[in-house]
């Protein structure tokens, strides 16, 4: 069976540049995978640098696609996901003493 991966923003940090007072900062991610029985993540913060020249959307009109499409310009999602593979591979045998 293939794994599945879901990829969310847990919270997005703001901070006022140059005029404009929701400037996302950084990005607080979760990625969960599963084989359909046993499920791992992991998680972590992107940060974003303030481009004066760049155009910016206001926060409240986000997408998390359009973040997640952040997050992953600064992270290399193949390899989260491999990773998360991995810890599903691991096989963890049943306490002694559970039943």
Not at 18 to 40: I, M, Q, R, S
Not at 74 to 82: G, L, R, S, T, Y
Request: net charge negative; aromatic share 12%.
């Amino acid at each position: 069976m293939t794994n599945t991966y879901v990829w969310s923003i847990q919270s997005l940090p703001t901070s006022t540049e140059d005029g404009h007072p929701d400037f996302v900062c950084e990005a607080n991610w979760l990625c969960t995978a599963t084989d359909g029985t046993n499920t791992a993540d992991l998680s972590g913060t992107s940060t974003f640098t303030f481009d004066p020249n760049a155009t910016y959307t206001p926060r409240a009109d986000l997408k998390e696609a359009d973040v997640l499409a952040w997050v992953w310009a600064k992270v290399n999602k193949a390899d989260i996901e491999a990773y998360l593979d991995k810890q599903l591979a691991i096989t963890t045998p049943a306490l002694p003493w559970a039943p």
